[in-house]
Structures are given as C-alpha cells and as structure tokens.
Nanobody, 121 residues
Framework: QVQLVESGGGLVQPGESLRLSCAAS????????MGWYRQAPGKQRELVAV???????DYGDSVKGRFTISRDNAKNTVSLQMNNLKPEDTAVYLC???????????????WGQGTQVTVSS
C-alpha cells in the first residue's frame, strides 16, 4: 500500500545541477527518516543523504558541500538538490523511507523504483 515515487533524474554535463524529488503515498501513519541512496554498476549501494523527522541532515563524504537534502513532513516528500555534478555521481538514485504503515502500525523500510542520473560530457 505504501509507495515511494522518484522524479527528476536525467542526463547532464559535469558542473550542472539536478533536483530529485520523492513522494510517499498510501496508508501512512508516520515517517521517521527519509533519504537517498545510489548504486552504480559494479558498486555497492551507498548512502547519499538522509534526514530525520526533525530536519537534521547527514551526507555521504563524496557529496558534502554539493548536495542538499530537504523534506516536507506535511507533504511526505523529500528532495535532493545536486549541484556541481561530477561523472562519478552517475548512478541510479533511490529514495528510501522508514515508515509506519497505517494499516498494521508496523515500521518498515520502503524503497522507490529509482531514477537514473547520468553525468557525462
């Protein structure tokens, strides 16, 4: 019933910017942390950024100073502003959220389908 849907991926050149968005929908009672992960071919999935319900963010070392995560608790959305993109940022970006279902009141991790970000000249 709970669903996460990402948007905003695409093809950009190095140095350009992109903004990703993720919306959670369905039977949701509460959302704690929301974040973004990425996975490139041949590499493990890695944390990009995460933000708790209180709004305090944490970032992976490789994106600090370039990416900004934000969330809107009222709308159940999380966004990722990506500036000064580099070729090594190329990956599938996945939205993640820890959510209590409104159906059974149980906590669980939910993932979006992912959106492709390609940085190339």
């Amino acid at each position: 019933q709970v669903q996460l849907v990402e948007s905003g991926g695409g093809l950009v050149q190095p140095g350009e910017s992109l903004r990703l968005s993720c919306a959670a929908s369905g039977s949701i009672f509460s959302i704690s942390a929301m974040g973004w992960y990425r996975q490139a071919p041949g590499k493990q999935r890695e944390l990009v950024a995460v933000v708790g319900q209180g709004g305090s963010p944490d970032y992976g070392d490789s994106v600090k100073g370039r990416f900004t995560i934000s969330r809107d608790n009222a709308k159940n959305t999380v966004s990722l502003q990506m500036n000064n993109l580099k070729p090594e940022d190329t990956a599938v970006y996945l939205c993640n959220a820890y959510i209590m279902s409104g159906v059974d009141n149980k906590w669980g991790h939910y993932w979006g389908q992912g959106t492709q970000v390609t940085v190339s000249s």
